[in-house]
């Protein structure tokens, strides 16, 4: 073999490496999820169990925070491409200047519930929760945002309450049980978590279902998709609609399958312990789930509204609607 070739196959060799390393680096994105453990998250838990990801050609690494702010912190700062979160970030941050845009929706209504805790036998409404200590996933989340909505709209001064992070799974749990604080914004499983071991659990407000929803907000009311800058999404369409065909292809299989069979393809840490307790949880949480992906503008305008009761940033500001949210990628995905 001459010297030539060999230099030539080294060379050759090389630059194949290089290539396939940069196609591997431009299509790997970080995506940031405010407490995988939630099921108002379970999309995007389950298309990577499913490897939907990979499928759809882009090698997704799965970040879990404690809370959508902080998954949020993760994306604005950089450290994160996408966050899997509540579409109501990308309103609120809006009104500062940010320019976020959800680009798959796979939560129709958002989940939330208001809880009381079982070692607290005085709060009957929300206006009993002036200067009580009520528990949120973290400072800023969405979680926050609906504990203020609720307050503002039962006229309490949100200022009065105390806001304290607990997470969303057994942390807020034990918080709730323990009496550490006196009630909680929580979702599934948690909240039936908690109803199985208190059977007159009681809470103030739910969005659980689309009726509860409708009650508690007017109309629906989107809850988690998948966001990020505005800026990314135009330079890293391949991705985005990588993830956005990974979302739909999950989404169409969780409504195919029993609670069981989700369980069995969910990561046993995210499960936990109580399985049972688990899938009891998913049977009230599968209608939760979009069928189609898509914004609906009437959804993000209820957003819009809520957020200006009790947002005076958002109120004052003149948003743009239409820049919040795309469904391009969901459109492009359906004509395929």
């Known amino acids: 073999m001459s010297l030539n070739f060999m230099r030539r196959a080294v060379v050759a060799a090389a630059v194949l490496t290089l290539s396939g390393g940069f196609a591997l680096a431009q299509s790997k994105v970080t995506l940031a999820v405010g407490g995988g453990s939630c099921l108002c998250y379970l999309p995007t838990m389950l298309a990577k169990a499913l490897g939907e ?28 491409d996408v966050v899997s979160g509540y579409f109501d970030h990308c309103v609120n941050l809006a009104a500062k200047g940010q320019n976020l845009q959800s680009f798959v929706v796979y939560d129709r209504y958002p989940g939330l519930a208001l809880v009381v805790s079982p070692k607290n036998a005085d709060i009957k409404s929300v206006k009993d929760l002036a200067n009580k200590k009520v528990g949120v996933s973290a400072p800023g989340s969405s979680t926050d945002f609906f504990l203020k909505y609720l307050l503002s709209k039962n006229g309490v001064d949100p200022n009065s309450v105390g806001v304290i992070g607990v997470g969303l799974g057994a942390t807020a749990i034990s918080a709730m049980e323990q009496g550490s604080i006196d009630a909680a914004v929580m979702l599934d499983p948690a909240i039936t978590v908690l109803q199985g071991k208190n059977k007159d659990l009681k809470i103030l407000s739910d969005t659980r ?17 998948l966001y990020t800058r505005a800026d990314w999404i135009a330079s890293h369409e391949k991705e985005v609609q990588a993830m956005t065909n990974a979302i739909l292809a999950t989404l169409k299989w969780i409504h195919s399958h029993t609670p069981e069979e989700i369980a069995d393809k969910m990561p046993p840490e995210l499960v936990g312990k109580d399985k049972a307790g688990y899938i009891a949880a998913l049977k009230n949480t599968l209608p939760m789930y979009s069928e189609t992906g898509l914004m609906d503008p009437k959804g993000a305008k209820a957003v819009l509204a809520v957020f200006s009761q009790s947002s005076p940033d958002v109120a004052k500001a003149n948003i743009d609607l239409s820049k919040t949210y795309t469904n391009k990628y969901v459109e492009a995905a359906g004509k395929k």
């Open 209 to 225: 279902t689309q009726h509860d929803t409708l009650e508690v907000f007017g109309g629906e009311y989107p809850g988690g998709a």
């Open 53 to 80: 990801y990979e499928k759809a050609g882009v090698n997704v690494e799965v970040v879990d925070f404690k809370g959508g702010s902080e998954s949020l912190k993760a994306v604005i700062g950089g450290s994160a």
